[in-house]
């Protein structure tokens, strides 16, 4: 149903009104829009870092979980989640914490801060700041004995942060994580 060139009579001297077009309508909306989404802030925020904590069943005396802190680097919040799940349906047993990082200053920032066991690393972090390959050679020259395990969806970018450093590569698959684990840190799925 189109709108347009309908004339409506005024009641205010003979003036005639035109009714715009559904299409100008539309037009005009959209311009409105753009206006609003330029000058108001965005209601989804992504957050530069998360933490997540899982407690497990207690651990059986004089067993310890291998990596009690995780820092997974990661700039797309869905992958992210992914893994964070993954981790939490591995540990059955233990009390892990995940801190997850969306940027380069947040990784920086926990590792910096906090005593990381395991760094699961994407390297093609979209960030002015550095990549994940920047981010491997300087945890690895602070703390050179840290476990760290490439995480990203190219071969390349994973052989780029093994020849810096990295363990292993896990290729965005949760289960090459869930495997690795159970290699590496069999007492959190109670093996």
């Known amino acids: 149903m189109e709108m347009s060139k309908q004339t409506l009579p005024l009641h205010n001297g003979g003036r005639k009104y035109q009714r715009p077009s559904e299409r100008t309508a ?32 207690y651990l059986s005396a004089g067993k310890t979980v291998q990596y009690p802190l995780i820092l997974l680097v990661e700039d797309n919040p869905d992958t992210a989640l992914e893994f964070v799940e993954a981790i939490r349906n591995y540990y059955v047993f233990g009390s892990v914490n995940i801190l997850v990082a969306y940027a380069y200053d947040a990784a ?25 390959a920047t981010l491997t050679c300087k945890f690895l020259e602070v703390r050179p004995e840290i476990t760290i395990l490439a995480n990203s969806s190219s071969r390349i970018s994973n052989l780029k942060l093994t020849g810096y450093g990295a363990l ?19 007492t959190g799925s109670g093996s």
């Open 26 to 57: 539309r037009f005009i909306l959209g311009i409105m829009g753009w206006f609003r989404d330029i000058f108001t802030p965005s209601r989804t925020i992504i957050p530069r870092g998360q933490v997540f904590q899982h407690q497990g069943h």
């Open 168 to 186: 292993g590569t896990l290729g965005k698959s949760t289960e090459k994580l869930k495997n690795w684990l159970q290699v590496n840190d069999p």
């Open 108 to 132: 920086a920032t926990f590792f910096d801060n906090e005593d990381i066991n395991l760094v699961i690393m994407d390297a093609d972090l979209e960030d002015m700041e550095g990549d994940g």
